[in-house]
């Protein structure tokens, strides 16, 4: 099976724009998760869609949102960009929802705001 | 935040050694997860242990875990450069998500 596939690798952005990430997950997982990856704050939940429905969020401003569609792909959006959100951003797949499965990660998105 | 805490932060050891490394956590929990990461890629699972289970081992990775003290170890056995890695636990309670720990970064000397 392939593996979970994020695109685009490297993104580079200015602040005050706004940014898609894309995730495809592994083929039969209905789960997908986000995360944000500093060196300062590790690695912090964003949220989880579960057959488009968003199951679970952490805590972020509203600039970050999210989607499912119906073949389970999913995309982040973070609009009005900041300095701060420079970081690697992690899209994992699992069978089920609600950390009862393994997570299944993407080599992840490194996003750089300048 | 951070549900779980890695300790050590940082471990250095040669090849053929044991590491050893362990994850506090401060609320009850339904499971918790270990994970590899090599620099600047995704995470890894390596192995899942669920809270009414006290050791699990895969290969050479030997997970305990000790729900009254709050805390799991990761005990990696016969080390090899390629275990070079950050390692991270993860813990999840009910149906609520996944929230990793700090990490310890593990490099293994050839």
């Known amino acids: 099976k392939a593996g979970v596939t994020q695109t685009p690798r490297y993104l580079i952005k200015t602040r005050g724009q706004q940014v898609t990430l894309s995730c495809s997950p592994i083929?039969?997982?209905?789960?997908v998760s986000w995360y944000q990856q500093t060196p300062g704050q590790g690695l912090q939940f964003l949220f989880e869609?579960?057959?488009?429905?968003?199951?679970n969020k952490g805590n972020f401003p509203g600039r970050f949102s999210g989607r499912q569609f119906s073949n389970s792909r999913s995309e982040m959006n973070v609009s009005t960009l900041e300095l701060g959100d420079s970081a690697l951003y992690l899209c994992?797949?699992?069978?089920?929802?609600?950390?009862?499965?393994?997570?299944?990660f993407g080599n992840g998105t490194r996003l750089t705001v300048t | 935040s951070q549900q779980g805490e890695e300790d050590p932060q940082a471990l250095s050891i040669q090849e053929g050694e044991n590491a050893t490394m362990n994850c506090s956590y401060k609320?009850?929990?339904?499971?918790l997860q270990w994970y590899r990461q090599n620099s600047g890629r995704g995470l890894v699972h390596l192995i899942l242990?669920?809270?009414?289970?006290r050791e699990k081992h895969s290969g050479r990775l030997r997970v305990t875990l000790d729900t009254s003290k709050k805390s799991s170890s990761l005990l990696i056995t016969a080390s090899r450069a390629a275990d070079t890695a950050s390692y991270f636990c993860?813990?999840?309670?009910?149906?609520?998500?996944?929230?990793f720990g700090t990490g310890t970064r593990l490099q293994v000397f050839p």
């Open positions: 993860a813990t999840t309670r009910n149906t609520d998500k996944l929230i």
């Open positions: 609320t009850s929990i339904n499971n």
């Open positions: 869609y579960f057959s488009e429905t968003q199951r």
């Open positions: 242990i669920r809270s009414n289970e």
């Open positions: 994992a797949s699992s069978l089920d929802t609600g950390g009862d499965s393994p997570l299944h």
């Open positions: 083929s039969g997982h209905r789960s």
